[in-house]
């Protein structure tokens, strides 16, 4: 069962979505190392979701909704500092890209990863 539902979560996890344009975001603006950690991110987070579709998660969401809106208040929180974030660049990226031409390198694995993993866990 295991194995299904990891698959199911892969499959979905490749349908274009807030990961998808993430990672993306991460490829191009940092590189391809800092990418593939975001994509490995998002990956590993798929095991958190499988691990508490096997555990039975939801018959707990089911007894305590508080803990359902809980998830959904921080996971939309999450995609609004990670969108304020995206337009707040877009002015420091054109103003760096009239003084430089090279690849941004001030962020460096640990935090593709860590965003990758937080932006799917939520």
């Not at 990891?6 to 603006?29: Q, R």
């Not at 958190?48 to 998830?71: C, D, N, R, W």
Request: proline residues 2%; positive net charge; glycine residues 10%.
């Amino acid at each position: 069962m295991f194995i299904e539902i990891f698959l199911i979560g892969i499959l979905s996890g490749l349908s274009p979505g807030p990961d998808f344009f993430l990672v993306m975001k991460n490829s191009l603006g940092f590189g391809r190392r800092i990418g593939i950690a975001t994509a490995l991110g998002v990956a590993s987070a798929l095991f958190v979701h499988v691990t508490y579709t096997i555990l039975g998660f939801t018959y707990i969401i089911e007894k305590f909704p508080s803990i359902f809106i809980a998830i959904k208040v921080a996971g939309s929180l999450y995609l609004l500092w990670l969108g304020f974030h995206a337009i707040r660049s877009v002015k420091q990226n054109k103003e760096q890209a009239e003084n430089e031409l090279k690849i941004n390198t001030d962020k460096n694995v640990k935090q593709g990863f860590r965003e990758g993993f937080i932006c799917n866990v939520l």
